[in-house]
């Protein structure tokens, strides 16, 4: 299964990831947690992506894709794949299209988590609360004014991706304000219903147009 969540910061993709990853089997590529690396590293990328991650700004897109490309090259990726925070603008949807076409890999299922806007700065509050308590660093962006901008950047940029998955027949809106196992259980439906018709035999070169 190849699966892209979509969701503004906080709608709780990270934490349906996880779920997805431990019921399929798949691994979770999340850019935010792979840039994280980047930066904690001090890699080329991560020096570039720092200051704009701080500031709640997205990192170029083609900084972006490239990272995506080079772990969707990993075998682990064969069986299939949740994306989490990418794409997030029509540019890295269009490159993520070109990557996975060369590959014969469609996108099988894209999962928009809707939620309220003012149960985010209450959601990313109680993940830095948890961080802290666990002893982990609180991330430098999970604070009420990057938030802000966080959520602006999401929204300013993620319209005509969600159009451009609504227009393939893709796209699966879900109702990311229950609890946890209420989400998962509505995306669960989503992802049964979705195996029946692949398995009813479209041909790859059919998804692709
Ligand atoms: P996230 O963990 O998904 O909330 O991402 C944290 C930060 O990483 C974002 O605020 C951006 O600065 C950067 N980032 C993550 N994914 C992307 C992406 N697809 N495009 C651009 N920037 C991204």
Redesign the pocket.
């Given at each position: 299964m190849r699966i892209i969540l979509l969701g503004p910061?906080g709608a709780g993709k990270g934490t349906q990831a996880q779920y997805l990853v431990e019921t399929y089997g798949i691994p979770h590529l999340?850019?935010?947690?792979m840039?994280?690396s980047a930066v904690a590293a001090q890699t080329e990328i991560g020096k570039k992506?720092e200051a704009?991650?701080t500031a709640?700004?997205?990192?170029p897109?083609d900084v972006?894709a490239g990272i995506v490309a080079e772990r969707l090259e990993r075998p682990d990726c064969k069986t299939g794949f949740i994306l989490?925070?990418?794409?997030?603008?029509l540019v890295?949807a269009q490159e993520l299209h070109k990557i996975l076409r060369a590959a014969a890999m469609p996108i099988d299922v894209v999962i928009s988590l809707q939620v309220d806007e003012h149960a985010l700065g209450n959601r990313i509050e109680g993940r830095a609360m948890e961080a802290r308590a666990a002893g982990r660093e609180v991330r430098s962006?999970d604070n009420p004014e990057v938030l802000k901008r966080?959520v602006s950047?999401y929204n300013g940029k993620i319209s005509p991706v969600v159009e451009y998955y609504d227009s393939l027949g893709l796209l699966h809106a879900v109702n990311g304000m229950g609890d946890i196992a209420a989400v998962s259980s509505l995306i669960d439906a989503i992802l049964s219903s979705t195996r029946f018709s692949i398995n009813s035999g479209q041909q790859i070169a059919d998804r692709f147009k």
């Open positions: 910061p999340s850019t935010g947690d840039l994280r992506a704009l991650m709640g700004q997205l990192v897109d972006v989490d925070g990418f794409p997030r603008t890295q962006d966080r950047e």
